[in-house]
């Protein structure tokens, strides 16, 4: 826990000093996808990589930020101007000095922190060194599900927008503006339901190893499903902004959890 203190800490310093270096606010977003792997490789190395639990979780880990890392890079996030879009507006919207403030707290210490929390279910896995079993198979065969669907959602997403760029280049008006097919008939954001799922199976092998669900180290779980909250409706709010149709999806959409999409309510007819 010491050593993941010391990331934890380096990592602070190091996403806020390249912040205010290049006035950029997604260092946090470039290591999002890479740090867990190392606080879970902490973790497993104190067992020696002997232990089959803690061995699974960091595979599964290493398998979760390798996608993401693919995917966050073929969408510039880790070339020069690849800041986040929702950091701009959010600086639009706030005097430097409260930006400043939120840069330190919120993007820095408390993201940052969240890293280290969601990946706490190890610690107790290591404190509770129980036999590898069914429970566990489930719940590993469980998370290559949540991460094929990830992987899904994040294709047809990046498939709708290279559409919507080669229509542009040809002085089309792109339609539909917004992705509403595939996962994302069910679902406003499934990319972002697959993504919680998965830790909180990371949180459910820390439970199968202590053989009770009332463990604290549910708290990074909960602190990563508030936090996809907030963003949800912040992104929704922009998204509603730009296409007024939006809200006629938002009516007929389920806006997380993957369900059957209601029917549009029919117009009233005076």
């Known amino acids: 826990m010491t050593v993941c203190l010391w990331i934890y800490a380096g990592a602070c310093a190091g996403t806020w000093l390249l912040s205010v270096l290049t006035r950029e606010n997604s260092w946090v977003d470039r290591i999002w996808s890479v740090i867990p792997a190392g606080y879970l490789a902490v973790f497993a190395?104190?067992?020696?990589?002997?232990?089959?639990?803690l061995d699974t979780m960091l595979l599964l880990v290493v398998l979760w930020g390798a996608r993401l890392t693919f995917?966050?890079?073929?969408?510039?996030?880790y070339a020069r101007g690849g800041e986040d879009y929702r950091w701009g507006v959010l600086r639009g919207r706030m005097s430097r000095w409260q930006f400043w403030l939120f840069n330190l707290f919120f993007i820095t210490l408390y993201q940052n922190a969240i890293l280290l929390l969601i990946c706490l279910p190890a610690l107790t896995a290591l404190e509770h060194?129980?036999?590898?079993?069914?429970?566990?198979?489930?719940?590993?065969?469980?998370?290559?599900?949540?991460?094929?669907?990830?992987?899904?959602?994040?294709?047809?997403?990046?498939?709708?927008h290279r559409f919507k760029r080669a229509e542009a280049a040809?002085?089309?008006?792109?339609?539909?503006?917004?992705?509403?097919?595939g996962l994302f008939r069910y679902s406003r954001h499934p990319n972002f339901f697959f993504e919680q799922a998965q830790w909180w199976v990371v949180f459910a092998f820390g439970a199968i190893a202590a053989r009770s669900?009332?463990?604290?180290?549910?708290?990074?779980?909960?602190?990563?499903?508030?936090?996809?909250v907030g963003s949800t409706?912040?992104?929704?709010?922009?998204?509603?902004?730009?296409y007024p149709e939006y809200a006629q999806y938002q009516q007929t959409t389920s806006p997380v959890v993957p369900?059957?999409?209601?029917?549009?309510?029919?117009?009233?007819v005076s």
Do not use: M
């Open 45 to 53: 190395g104190a067992a020696g990589f002997r232990d089959p639990r």
């Open 71 to 77: 995917n966050f890079a073929r969408k510039g996030g």
């Open 129 to 160: 060194r129980t036999a590898f079993g069914v429970p566990d198979a489930l719940a590993a065969a469980l998370f290559l599900a949540f991460l094929a669907g990830e992987t899904i959602a994040d294709q047809q997403q990046w498939d709708f």
């Open 170 to 181: 040809a002085g089309h008006e792109p339609l539909p503006r917004f992705l509403s097919t």
């Open 213 to 228: 669900p009332w463990q604290p180290t549910v708290l990074g779980a909960v602190l990563l499903t508030l936090l996809f």
């Open 233 to 242: 409706r912040f992104t929704e709010s922009i998204t509603r902004s730009r």
């Open 259 to 268: 369900w059957f999409p209601k029917r549009r309510p029919e117009a009233r």
